[in-house]
């Protein structure tokens, strides 16, 4: 029997709204009680949506739950923009730490607390890194050793219970982050340069970038996000685009599932 894709895409629509959609909603209850949430978006284009050209971007959500030690949520949510009222709206009711990116449209949301994310820091510095000639030297590769001691010292403690993590984070992690803001004091890069982008980067999430030494259950990244938007991201270079909107979020539905369980 031959099905057509239209007809193929459609069950698997009617399945994810009308089946599907109920469980979604439960796992997005369970996610809000959760003391740490990531965050994080991807492109998504959606060929036939009211108001806007197939050509315009929209955006994939992806909220998942912390390194809790419970069973992980991982959540999608199609929306046709990046405004934080999307994250806000979805985050409503949460009121734990919430780790991101820099993106500022995360700061809508009352109630929490920003982490950040030293993995996107540590990628400043690395693209700030001369071409030629001895990166050993440079300013940005002082940043970036920064940044790998911090990351060296959570992978000695990944074992820990999260109370033992957060006195370790104490006792090793904060001299580190100490010295390295006196550092930064000192850097004057040039303005618009790679390098000034990572400083500036620094200083601005400067708060967000020490939270993770306030409880053990926070990371040091935001990585936990970036590694669930990726199966999507993958799947996108195979079918490029979503031809309706109603399309796109049954397939958030739908990954929702498939990747948390």
Not at 65 to 70: D, K, P, Q, V, Y
Request: charged letters at 25%; hydrophobic letters at 40%.
């Amino acid at each position: 029997m031959d099905l057509s894709r239209a007809t193929l895409a459609n069950w698997i629509i009617r399945a994810a709204h009308d089946w599907l959609l109920p469980l979604w909603e439960e796992m997005k209850a369970c996610l809000l009680k959760q003391p740490v949430i990531h965050a994080d978006e991807a492109v998504i284009q959606v060929l036939k949506e009211e108001g806007k050209k197939p050509t315009s971007e929209s955006r994939m959500w992806v909220y998942c739950s912390g390194n809790t030690g419970t069973w992980p949520v991982i959540l999608y949510e199609y929306q046709p923009s990046r405004s934080g009222e999307h994250a806000k709206r979805f985050l409503q009711g949460f009121k734990g730490y919430l780790q991101t990116d820099g993106y500022s449209g995360y700061n809508k949301m009352p109630d929490v607390t920003r982490c950040g994310c030293w993995a996107h820091l540590r990628r400043k510095f690395q693209e700030a890194m001369p071409r030629n000639g001895d990166k050993a030297g440079s300013t940005a590769a002082i940043g970036f050793d920064y940044c790998n001691q911090l990351f060296a010292i959570e992978d000695r403690l990944k074992d820990l219970t999260p109370e033992e993590r957060r006195a370790k984070r104490q006792e090793l992690a904060k001299p580190v982050l100490e010295v390295y803001w006196s550092w930064l004091n000192t850097v004057n890069p040039l303005q618009g340069s790679k390098l000034g982008e990572a400083v500036t980067y620094s200083l601005n999430h400067k708060d967000a970038l020490g939270t993770f030494l306030e409880d053990g259950r926070i990371e040091i990244s935001n990585n936990r996000a970036e590694n669930a938007i990726r199966p999507f991201v993958m799947g996108r270079k195979a079918w490029l685009f979503a031809d309706t909107k109603k399309g796109a979020s049954a397939s958030a539905i739908v990954y929702s599932i498939v990747e948390t369980v």
